[in-house]
């Protein structure tokens, strides 16, 4: 892996967080800055909920470029922004700020787009018309992190989602999601939540209206497992070992479903479980990877699938 070289010309951009110290995303940005030999570098910005105004507006008083938000801000930075992207508008988030020649800052979410580039890549296609195109493939040797075997994969195609949980994270799959064709169910452990969460997609979204519901979680799951292709969890059950499962047990998955954690940082028992019964079972590191990739490309001009390919391997190297 290339080092970043810090030089009186570098462009700047970042990760605006509290805490951000544990972050990936500094390592497979600069991987693949310095693999492409761009004089960028990807710092990590840690901003007190306080000073978020001033931060965000402080990127360009500094000269910086962009940069990624992660919790607690990504609601938070609005404010300060001069225009969202629809998507940041609908679902009320922003995970990339870009600085314009003018001075002016977009928001914008890169976290659905992630997800769904790295069903593409997974050879997951969801909802109407989907193609695999030029998108990054997934190879066992680039697959490190990928939970179940990858070859032979036929393209799956997934009409029905069962989304788990309606929080932050929810919002970007699930519009996402709706935008595909797809018919997605939402099941939280609290309903008021899953359906203010249908209501706001539903109005950015009107075509895709009927076929979003939402569901509760608990007595309601077998029967809509059963009728899931892709089954996605969106909560943060798993992100820490002896976690309860965000799911029942006693609910069997199915050789033809696909189950993707948004979790990334270990293998959730979620996935082994679903592994073990033959379902195929994908973390959410692909994500982190594209949703980064797109970013890079709003900033940088360069080539997503180029990006994305090389945050993969830059995430290999510890
Ligand atoms: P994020 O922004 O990361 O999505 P969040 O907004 O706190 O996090 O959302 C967490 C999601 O995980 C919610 O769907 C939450 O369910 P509720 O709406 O009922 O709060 C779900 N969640 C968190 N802890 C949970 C638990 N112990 N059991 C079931 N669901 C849980």
Known sequence: MGSTRLVGTTHLVGIIGWP????????????????????????????????????????????????????????????????????????????????????????????????MADLRAH??????????????????????????PLHPVPPSPCHRVLVIGAGGAARAVVYALAETG???????????????????????????????????????LAGLAEEADLIVNTTSLGLHAGDPLPWDASVAFRPDQVVYDLIYNRRTELLTLARSQGATALDGLGMLVHQGARSAALWTGKDEAELAHLMREGLRTP
């Open 123 to 148: 050879r997951v296609l969801v909802g109407e018309g989907q193609r695999i195109e030029t998108d990054e493939r997934i190879t066992p040797e680039n697959s490190a992190y990928t939970v179940s």
């Open 182 to 220: 797809a018919t997605v169910t939402i099941a939280n452990r609290t309903l008021d939540n899953a359906e203010a969460l249908c209501r706001s997609i539903a109005a950015a979204l009107p075509h895709a209206a009927s076929r979003l519901s939402a569901h509760p979680f608990a007595g309601a």
């Open 20 to 115: 951000v110290s544990h972050s990936r995303s500094p390592q497979m940005h600069n991987a693949a800055y310095a693999a492409l030999g761009l004089d960028w570098a990807y710092v990590p910005l840690p901003v007190a909920p306080e000073r978020v105004g001033v931060a965000v507006r402080g990127l360009v008083a500094l000269g910086f470029a962009g940069a990624n938000v992660t919790v607690p801000h990504k609601q938070a930075v609005i404010p300060f922004l001069d225009e969202l992207t629809p998507v940041a508008q609908a679902i009320g988030a922003v995970n990339t700020i870009v600085v314009r020649p003018d001075g002016s800052l977009l928001g914008d979410s890169t976290d659905g787009a992630g997800f």
